[in-house]
């Protein structure tokens, strides 16, 4: 991988930064409310405790951190939606934690996950639109303010090293307070990648990420991922109009976790809203072409338009093409990677999902 790095460091702190290291996740969580009539695959639902502080030990449950599974973190668009933060998701598998992306809110929805803050040390960004990437400061700062220590690794296309140290010279006086005054603070470290589809794989613990070329409109540079674990491949399609880099990518994955709109509402919007969209982003029923072609064992749905549709309008279009189980994703929703991966415990967040 040629991939251009930057070591953001309060002054003070002249040590480099380690190479990645496996972090603990620490997460816990527990059965929700059964799911009225979902979809085929239902997801097990992390534990959320209001108050409650994160959990400390090693993950509740004795089979969650013997197999890899993704955590919904957020699964919302630009548009403000209180039942759903920011696209961000966390991959776990036993003592290591990846990120893919950072939206609003992903440091307090990874806390409602269960996953400790100090295990938030690796992230992945598939663009720099700003829903994707608002909550970086949040995950830069947080966790330091509350005990992480080691560094941060920020993985990204080209500009990510400039956006990470815009933020950290953002709040220059906070970092100085807070390591000179009585917080006694280790300093903050922040390590920038630039990755660019093509070269060598990034490994984090047990998984192996490469990023592939997304077709997100004007984007230079967008990115899905293609991430494997021993149990599976997963794949994160990111903001992206309908390519075969995905099915390429996915080529028989265990998850595809991907973004879609409605089909039949897209059709009664404004030329305009049909332009941008068309280019952007991907219907219902070409993410179920998508999956078919690239032989996904199951789709799960994020960063859903729906424009007044039902989200089991938007499931019915993707299986119009696509035999497999498909899963409207919701925030803190669980699925386990592997081909029999049926829930270990069901159930959905007791909020209705968004019908805009």
Not at 84 to 108: E, I, M, Y
Not at 217 to 223: F, I, Q, V
Not at 271 to 300: D, K, L
Not at 308 to 335: C, N
Request: aromatic share 6%; charged share 20%; net charge negative.
């Amino acid at each position: 991988m040629r991939a251009l790095c930057l070591l953001v460091v309060l002054a003070g702190c002249s040590e480099p930064a380690s190479d990645p290291v496996e972090v603990a996740p620490r997460a816990g969580e527990a059965p929700s409310d059964p799911d009225p009539g979902g979809p085929e695959l239902e997801p097990r639902t992390a534990a959320r405790t209001r108050g409650a502080p994160p959990a400390t030990g090693p993950e509740a449950g004795p089979s969650a951190a013997r197999s890899p599974r993704v955590v919904l973190l957020g699964t919302g668009t630009p548009i403000p939606d209180p039942d759903r933060s920011g696209p961000a998701l966390a991959l776990t598998h036993g003592d290591t934690v990846v990120l893919v992306d950072a939206g609003p809110g992903v440091v307090r929805r990874a806390i409602g996950a269960g996953l400790a803050p100090e295990a938030l040390r690796h992230v992945f960004l598939t663009h720099l639109h700003s829903d994707h990437t608002v909550g970086l400061p949040d995950l830069m700062f947080t966790p330091w303010v509350v005990g992480r220590v080691e560094p941060l690794h920020v993985y990204g296309p080209p500009g990510t090293a400039a956006m990470v140290e815009h933020l950290r010279a953002a709040w220059v006086h906070d970092q100085r307070v807070r390591t000179a005054g009585l917080e006694g603070s280790a300093p903050l470290t922040v390590v920038a990648h630039e990755v660019r589809p093509g070269e060598a794989a990034t490994v984090v613990g047990p998984f192996r990420i490469e990023p592939f070329a997304a077709a997100h409109g004007s984007w230079e540079h967008a990115y899905g991922y293609r991430i494997d674990t021993d149990a599976g491949i997963v794949v994160v399609s990111g903001d992206t109009g309908p390519t075969d880099a995905v099915a390429s990518a996915c080529d028989g994955c265990a998850l595809l976790i991907h973004e879609a709109y409605a089909t039949a509402r897209f059709e009664t919007l404004p030329a305009a809203m049909r332009r941008y969209h068309g280019a952007f982003h991907t219907s219902a029923r070409e993410v179920g072409r998508v999956a078919t072609r690239g032989r996904a064992q199951q789709v799960v749905l994020t960063h859903h338009l729906l424009w007044g549709a039902t989200p089991a309008d938007v499931v019915a279009e993707v299986r119009e093409s696509f035999g497999g189980p498909v899963a409207f994703g919701e925030d803190l929703a669980v699925y386990p990677v592997g081909p029999a991966a049926s829930p270990q415990a069901q159930g959905e967040r007791g909020s209705q999902p968004s019908t805009r």
